[in-house]
């Protein structure tokens, strides 16, 4: 006679369905913000180009990554505009690592380039190593060896990924180490300008959460630069720039260790320009005599509202003759039972998102070739 499953057991089965029923992802689709501005996506700049090259820089944010968050960016974002992708090519310089890959879409060129600059923090971050989370061990006068105290899973997971290798890098950045973080990626960003030099609206970013601000401190440090070659490639970059996408935008809680207390005032109308305000301004202003008016620039933001570090654009504050601001809503992993999102995956999955991709390389509405 077959014996019958234990109790259990019984009970696990009637909890999986309700529990798979309870699980969501909210933003999938995506959900555009209710009034934001249209934006393309990179295959309407291969479309409108008349075959002049594009550029598309990477740039990831917070936690150490490597060559293989370069070439699963591109592949994310290039694989939705044509599936045939060339080899890459690789070279470092000063700290970063430069990926680059080129592909040609119709008669576009498009030349992909990340740029990480994970192994810039990575020496300092390893300080920290000492507190990841291990197996539990005696940490009592009477044991030996490392001490290793027992840490909840989650909160050993989360402090492990966010705190000792993700936050630590803002830290630094924000700290004394941050004029030489600024000036790699200026000379980075210079040598991709230098090498391929073309017409507007032939440059499009992707940067993730404090990738952005970095970038943003580069071309704002380029275009107020003293040097005449670092700035005209400052104003070749402002002139260039159609496209700016950022997903899992950090800029109002960075732009809080740069204000005084005791010369702001609690208002969030009185907040001070962010290093995107920054770079906007002085892109209007450095226009060289005799050049046509700057191109109007889309720049567009994912959110993930679970995800813990990031904040949405608010598009009054950038929105401009020259500037269309858009804000999209996605959710990067699945919400358990309405309480919790995996708080890694929100932050650090954005380019895995297929939402996320296809947006960034259809646009909105989307383009008519990109499915």
């Not at 996506?41 to 370069?70: E, F, K, Y």
């Not at 005449?228 to 960075?254: E, V």
């Not at 209007?284 to 889309?298: D, F, T, Y």
């Not at 813990?308 to 990067?332: E, G, I, K, M, Q």
Request: aromatic share 6%.
């Amino acid at each position: 006679m077959r014996r019958a499953p234990p109790n259990w057991l019984r009970l696990l089965t009637l909890l999986i369905p309700g529990l798979l029923a309870a699980c969501s992802t909210p933003y999938r689709p995506a959900m555009v913000v209710r009034d934001s501005a249209p934006f393309p996506g990179i295959a309407s700049l291969v479309q409108t180009g008349n075959g002049r090259p594009l550029d598309v820089i990477l740039v990831h944010g917070m936690c150490t990554h490597d060559a293989a968050w370069a070439n699963h960016g591109i592949d994310r974002i290039a694989g939705v505009v044509s599936a045939n992708v060339p080899e890459q090519a690789a070279a470092a310089s000063n700290g970063i690592q430069l990926i680059e890959r080129t592909q040609q879409i119709g008669s576009t060129l498009v030349r992909f380039h990340a740029l990480v600059w994970s192994p810039l923090t990575t020496p300092l971050k390893r300080q920290l190593d000492y507190d990841d989370t291990g197996t539990p061990s005696d940490c009592s006068a009477s044991g030996s060896g490392e001490c290793k105290p027992k840490r909840a899973w989650l909160n050993g997971y989360v402090k492990d990924k966010l705190l000792n290798d993700c936050l630590s890098d803002a830290v630094i950045y924000e700290g004394a180490s941050r004029q030489t973080i600024r000036d790699a990626m200026v000379e980075s960003v210079s040598r991709i300008l230098e090498s391929n030099p073309n017409g507007d609206r032939t440059l499009a970013v992707v940067a993730e959460s404090l990738g952005s601000k970095i970038l943003f401190d580069a071309l704002s440090a380029m275009l107020e630069s003293r040097q005449p070659r670092t700035q005209a490639l400052g104003q070749q970059a402002a002139r260039r720039l159609g496209l700016l996408f950022m997903a899992g935008n950090q800029l109002p809680i960075l732009g809080l260790g740069e204000q005084d207390i005791e010369q702001r005032p609690d208002s969030r109308s009185a907040m001070a320009a962010d290093a995107l305000q920054r770079f906007l301004e002085l892109r209007r202003r450095q226009v060289p005599p005799g050049v046509e008016a700057l191109s109007r620039l889309a720049v567009v933001a994912f959110t993930d509202p679970s995800d813990l570090l990031t904040y949405r654009l608010l598009p009054a504050r950038y929105a401009a003759p020259d500037v269309a601001v858009a804000d999209v809503l996605v959710s990067n992993d699945r919400t358990w039972l309405g309480l919790i999102e995996n708080p890694v995956l929100a932050h650090l999955d954005y380019l895995a998102n297929p939402n996320v991709a296809r947006m960034i390389a259809c646009g909105y509405p989307h383009a008519a070739n990109c499915r």
